[in-house]
């Protein structure tokens, strides 16, 4: 997967690629993260990316121009799949929308700033929009950064261990169960003593019973949801 990160501010998500998971997967190339200062790609003499509204009001804009340019440049050099914009008015991210995004070859997800987009980025160069959460942020780099581990710990050889990515939270619309490690007891904490069983069907029928009861307790608007994983 090859995913190309166009920003205003691209140092805010420098470090982020740079350290632990995300960055092993790079080493192991698995994907490849590039992050561009969409600067580049302006035409103005001071390099600016941003614009007053016409028909007034408070705010800039980002203007179509370097962003055309830039997506313009990307598509010339590899098939996109997607070209995301992410913005508080997109669709949610959920764990089903990263699972399909973690499908696709070449994603180009690009930050939003200021007030927003000129609306023809919207119209002509965007195929889809992604917000993180009702809140508003400062800027998409944030949520650049959420959607973009999201898919790539999905990514075939990501995680250590392959198991591990299928049993999160939301991998079957449910939450996760409880986990333990030693000691079995810690000052009159004590595990749970089907885990220590070795009854393996035993134990999972305890952590399927766990995910559901959990789920009904903190998050009973996903059960019955049959979309969640497939998106
Ligand atoms: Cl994707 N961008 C901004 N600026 N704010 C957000 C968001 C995105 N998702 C939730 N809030």
């Not at 470090?15 to 561009?36: D, N, P, Y």
């Not at 180009?108 to 007030?115: D, N």
């Not at 965007?126 to 650049?144: F, K, N, P, Q, W």
């Amino acid at each position: 997967m090859h995913i190309d990160i166009l920003s205003a501010v691209p140092r805010l998500l420098d470090s982020w690629f740079e350290e632990s998971i995300l960055k092993r997967a790079q080493s192991k190339g698995l994907v490849e993260i590039e992050v561009h200062d969409l600067r580049i790609w302006s035409t103005d003499k001071h390099k600016r990316l941003d614009d007053y509204p016409f028909g007034g009001g408070a705010g800039m804009v980002m203007s179509v121009v370097p962003i055309h340019r830039a997506i313009t440049e990307l598509r010339a050099k590899r098939t996109v799949d997607e070209v995301i914009y992410m913005s508080p008015d997109g669709e949610l991210l959920s764990q089903g929308l990263a699972n399909s995004l973690s499908l696709k070859g070449n994603l180009i997800i690009l930050c939003g700033h200021y007030k927003g987009v000129d609306e023809r980025v919207r119209e002509h160069l965007i195929t889809r929009e992604v917000s993180i959460g009702d809140y508003v942020l400062s800027g998409g780099e944030l949520a650049a950064a959420v959607l973009s581990d999201a898919v790539i710990r999905l990514l075939p050889g990501v995680l250590g261990d392959e198991t591990s990515a299928l049993s999160d939270s939301f991998q079957d619309g449910l939450l996760a169960p409880p986990d333990y490690t030693r000691p079995a007891d810690y000052q009159g904490w004590t595990v749970p003593e089907v885990l220590l069983s070795g009854h393996q069907a035993r134990i999972e029928a305890w952590r399927a019973e766990q995910a559901q009861e959990r789920t009904r307790q903190r998050r009973p608007g996903l059960l019955g949801r049959s979309d969640e994983t497939g998106a």
